[in-house]
């Protein structure tokens, strides 16, 4: 069992568990090093080549497990494991080039002391949803693209932001963690270790508040002199759940946006390139 990710139990047989949205770990912003938000992207570039190197591993590895899980409904063992531990260290970089953790990632599928972590409950897959997964991820696909294009488009103010306070303001944060989440879960929805469709790009519905009842017996005995009730935890997590503020979701929204303008500009300098090296071919439209 890998420790970046954690997986069904061997043993335990796939169902109605399968539709468990995967999640992200990623602890709460604290203090980052300034000479590696700096270098952060350099330092990184052995990290972008090895995850490139394992992409290209991964695709095939994924085409064989849709055959598999269109015959079985279920991705087998062996493929999910593997597409499990590629897609926790793809995150822990990512993470890492967004800004979201200053801990370097190890070059490894297994990172026990790593603060980010997904959990992935790989289970029954639709025979029909997987015929027709490459239809069905057109939606979530346009998105995380708008999304990673309007985030590429700031990124370098928010990397200024950092080096300047040597931290990551909560709102920036929230934003920046859920980009990395919806597009966590939607490579997870690629790679068929789940058949929930990604979604809450907005964040995590609030939690309800615990109901209170009154005592209807003897009441509660007093504390002892001396002692306090013991603090609230400290959350171990970021974003589980993730409540964005109303600052962070419009930052999500102008990622959204700067990502459609980014994309069209794209699209338009593309087709202007192509139609200039191409006049023959342009003459005859």
């Known amino acids: 069992m890998t420790t970046g990710w954690t997986p069904r139990p061997p043993d335990a047989a796939y169902g109605p568990a399968g539709e468990h949205l995967p999640e992200l770990e990623v602890p709460p912003p604290g203090r980052q090093r300034r000479w590696t938000v700096l270098l952060r992207w350099l330092l990184l570039l052995p990290q972008l080549i090895v995850v490139a190197v394992l992409g290209i591993a991964a695709f095939f590895v994924t085409i064989a497990g849709w055959f598999a899980a269109l015959v079985q409904g279920r991705l087998p063992e062996g493929i999910a494991r593997f597409l499990g531990g590629f897609l926790a260290y793809d995150t822990r970089v990512s993470a890492s080039a967004m800004l979201l953790v200053d801990q370097y990632p190890p070059f490894s599928f297994d990172a026990p002391g790593h603060p980010v972590r997904i959990e992935l409950r790989p289970g029954e897959l639709n025979r029909l949803a997987v015929l027709f997964r490459l239809v069905l991820l057109i939606p979530a696909a346009i998105v995380t693209s708008l ?38 879960r939607y490579l997870a929805y690629v790679m068929m270790l789940t058949s929930a469709y990604p979604k809450c790009l907005f964040g995590d519905p609030a939690p309800a508040p615990a109901a209170v009842t009154a005592p209807v017996s003897a009441p509660a005995a007093a504390p002892a002199p001396g002692l306090q009730p013991p603090p609230p935890a400290t959350p171990v997590s970021g974003t589980r759940p993730l409540l964005l503020s109303t600052g962070s979701k419009v930052l999500v929204v102008l990622f959204l946006v700067l990502g459609l303008g980014v994309g069209g500009l794209s699209s338009t300098t593309g087709t202007t390139h192509e139609d200039m090296n191409e006049p023959s071919w342009s003459a005859t439209r």
């Open 147 to 184: 999304l990673q294009y309007g985030w590429a488009a700031v990124c370098w103010v928010f990397w200024l932001i950092t080096l300047v306070l040597g931290r990551m303001p909560q709102p920036v944060y929230g934003a920046v963690a859920a980009v990395a989440r919806f597009r966590m």
